[in-house]
């Protein structure tokens, strides 16, 4: 990559099929996850995102036969997210494949999971996730 930038396409991921909608909400299925993966892959994608977007509201782990499979379709960095609280579920999915992990609602909650996770993999390899959107009356909110 010679240019100074990443194009990171992010795959939301609900009962193993990637959806999309507005801050959570309204979700429509828009695919399979390996299917969409790897045709970003070949359409120039720097990384691929796979974030499961309940597993922390449904108190679960991530599902790494997800991640499996997306990692062995990928010729790119793997960045993980959803549903990791510590450092065992920062273990489980790197080895499961996953290059990066991504940490949303626990870093909020409890900032020592960055730190943990780092000492875990090293920093360069933990993401901070949040979707944020712009109020022009408050400026930006997160949503978890």
């Given at each position: 990559?010679?240019?100074?930038?990443?194009?990171?396409?992010?795959?939301?991921?609900?009962?193993?099929?990637?959806?999309?909608?507005?801050?959570?909400?309204?979700?429509?299925?828009?695919?399979?996850?390996?299917?969409?993966?790897?045709?970003?892959?070949?359409?120039?994608?720097?990384?691929?995102a796979l974030l499961d977007i309940t597993?922390?509201?449904?108190?679960?782990?991530?599902?790494?036969?997800v991640v499996r499979a997306v990692r062995?379709?990928?010729?790119?960095?793997?960045?993980?997210?959803?549903?990791?609280?510590?450092?065992?579920?920062?273990?489980?999915?790197?080895?499961?494949?996953?290059?990066?992990?991504?940490?949303?609602?626990?870093?909020?909650?409890?900032?020592?999971?960055?730190?943990?996770?780092?000492?875990?993999?090293?920093?360069?390899?933990?993401?901070?996730?949040?979707?944020?959107?712009?109020?022009?009356?408050?400026?930006?909110?997160?949503?978890f």
């Open positions: 990559m010679s240019e100074a930038r990443w194009i990171i396409p992010c795959l939301d991921v609900r009962d193993g099929r990637v959806v999309k909608g507005v801050a959570f909400r309204g979700m429509v299925d828009v695919g399979d996850p390996v299917a969409l993966a790897r045709r970003y892959d070949r359409e120039g994608a720097d990384a691929v597993a922390t509201v449904e108190g679960r782990e991530t599902f790494v036969d062995a379709a990928l010729s790119v960095p793997l960045i993980v997210g959803g549903g990791i609280r510590d450092r065992a579920d920062v273990r489980r999915i790197r080895a499961a494949g996953a290059d990066f992990v991504a940490i949303g609602t626990a870093a909020v909650e409890r900032p020592e999971v960055v730190e943990a996770a780092a000492e875990e993999v090293g920093a360069e390899a933990v993401v901070v996730a949040l979707d944020a959107a712009w109020d022009a009356g408050r400026g930006f909110s997160a949503f």
